[in-house]
């Protein structure tokens, strides 16, 4: 009796047990060695040739034995193979067959049963199920300081052209839940000229530091955490270097040599997923409120930052609320007093424009009648072209 031979799934031809050779392009033809011949040997055939043309990649793994069919029926034996990349049992196709998921355990794949088709039997990913009906928003700041550069500030290895110094950031809301428990990192994409113009910040503070003689449009790239299950969102902010506003407000930045352009942000997450509308909805979010001033690490008296923002005063736990806070403080003009006086400013801009636009349609209603009048008067000869 010939001895059983055993070779790997991707590389049939390494037995010489085995009544087939490999042609190109994963065919087979029947070694005239092995003593088979007829329909037998075209069955036998059919299930070698099966067995690794139907299955999907998943049978990268499994070891297949070709037994002695030089004197037993055909049959095919499928070994599980322990990799790192499987975990998961396999199943096939045919209800009468049951591959075990043990590492030594073998199973006779009888020849009815081919071809196989062997797939994984891991469900989806934990935590892929979606509140429904369920949106969660999250306000944060894309903002941007600038000041002017002299001998007293400037770097050491500035160009000389780089008359400004600049930061631009992202950043939480004054006392709102803390930014990384949704937000990972986030990308900067510079002006081209930049070396490295592409830069990555992974752990707050979210910003970027750099000098430079114009703005231009700082492209930002948001990546949530892996609980979100999101793909990343682009926002864009305009470098402001030079003084802007009034001629009050232009004053007043000059003498602080300091330029602040800030927008207030809204991500929106429609049906998040269930892990993240815990995270999304956890206490911890302001857990930073409650370790403020507290030293951190080995140096007394020195913070971490460990969150995209900080706290300002002492807020209570009851009233600490994902939404803009009530009023503006001399930090941070982004509240809802804001937003209400906003609103009101565009409802006063909206009635004067209507206002407007009656005006100047009661004057064209005048206009047509003095035209009307002069046309039944005789005093007034209208033109026509000639075609």
């Excluded at 937000?183 to 910040?201: E, P």
């Excluded at 700082?218 to 003084?243: G, M, T, Y």
């Excluded at 040599?257 to 809204?266: D, H, K, P």
Aim: charged residues 25%; positive net charge; hydrophobic residues 30%.
């Amino acid at each position: 009796m010939a001895a059983q031979g055993t070779q790997q799934a991707g590389n049939p031809d390494n037995s010489s047990s085995s009544p087939f050779r490999r042609r190109r392009r994963s065919r087979y033809q029947l070694d005239p060695s092995s003593g088979l011949a007829g329909e037998e040997a075209e069955a036998e055939r059919r299930g070698v040739e099966a067995a690794f043309t139907d299955a999907p990649r998943q049978t990268r793994g499994v070891k297949l034995n070709f037994a002695n069919i030089a004197n037993n029926p055909p049959s095919v034996s499928i070994q599980r193979v322990q990799t790192p990349a499987q975990s998961a049992p396999l199943r096939t196709s045919s209800p009468d067959l049951n591959v075990s998921s043990s590492p030594t355990s073998s199973t006779l794949l009888e020849p009815g049963a081919i071809p196989i088709k062997l797939y994984s039997d891991q469900k989806s990913p934990q935590g892929t199920k979606r509140v429904k009906g369920v949106s969660v928003q999250r306000a944060f700041i894309i903002g941007s300081h600038a000041w002017a550069l002299d001998e007293s500030n400037k770097p050491e290895g500035t160009p000389p052209d780089h008359t400004k110094g600049w930061k631009v950031y992202v950043k939480g809301t004054e006392n709102g839940p803390d930014i990384t428990f949704w937000l990972k990192k986030v990308q900067f994409k510079l002006h081209h000229t930049y070396a490295n113009s592409t830069r990555t910040v992974e752990s707050p503070p979210f910003e970027i530091h750099e000098t430079g003689w114009g703005g231009f449009q700082v492209e930002i790239r948001l990546f949530f955490v892996p609980e979100a299950a999101e793909k990343p969102q682009w926002r864009s902010h305009l470098l402001q270097l030079e003084p802007y506003g009034g001629e009050a407000e232009q004053a007043a930045q000059r003498a602080r040599n300091l330029v602040v352009s800030e927008w207030c942000e809204i991500v929106d997450f429609n049906e998040p997923v269930e892990p993240f509308f815990a995270r999304l909805t956890d206490d911890a979010q302001w857990s930073y409120m409650d370790n403020q001033g507290k030293g951190q690490g080995r140096g007394k008296g020195k913070a971490r930052q460990t969150s995209g923002q900080a706290a300002v005063g002492t807020v209570p736990k009851e009233e600490r609320t994902a939404q803009l806070p009530a009023r503006s403080t001399p930090g941070n003009q982004f509240s809802r007093e804001t937003e209400g006086a906003m609103l009101d400013m565009l409802r006063k801009a909206r009635e004067k424009v209507n206002e407007q636009i009656e005006e100047e349609k009661k004057k064209a209603t005048e206009r047509a009648a003095e035209i009307r009048e002069l046309q039944d008067s005789g005093d007034f000869q209208q033109q026509t072209r000639r075609r």
